[in-house]
Nanobody, 122 residues
Framework: QVQLVESGGGLVQAGGSLRLSCASS????????MGWFRQAPGKEREFVSS????????SYADSVKGRFTISRDNAKNTVYLQMNSLKPEDTAVYYC???????????????WGQGTQVTVSS
């Protein structure tokens, strides 16, 4: 397993931008598919975006397509989520996750970060 630590959350006005980072421990970061999930108050955790180990495959929830971009730097063991044109409905705790494959990541990630709060004011 890998240890994951998120950073970059905060309070931003609607229309603004934030970049989340997720740093991973261990020497096999590139072997893991990485993803971002979020959980809003009173709602279930939902998928936001994922990226394969090489970075060649990326996917996004319909609600964030065209606004969010996932990327990774395997040399730095870090995955990023650039969030633009933020909306109040993007307010949630954002979690980084790792999986041994994109399928594992979607179904049952191997590791989770502790989460970082993103609040978008209207």
């Amino acid at each position: 397993q890998v240890q994951l630590v998120e950073s970059g959350g905060g309070l931003v006005q609607a229309g603004g931008s934030l970049r989340l980072s997720c740093a991973s421990s261990g020497r096999t970061f590139s072997n893991y598919a990485m993803g971002w999930f979020r959980q809003a108050p009173g709602k279930e955790r939902e998928f936001v975006s994922s990226i394969s180990g090489t970075g060649s495959l990326r996917s996004y929830a319909d609600s964030v397509k065209g606004r969010f971009t996932i990327s990774r730097d395997n040399a730095k063991n870090t995955v990023y989520l650039q969030m633009n044109s933020l909306k109040p409905e993007d307010t949630a705790v954002y979690y980084c996750a790792a999986g041994t494959s994109l399928i594992t990541l979607q179904r049952q990630p191997n590791s989770w970060g502790q989460g970082t709060q993103v609040t978008v004011s209207s």
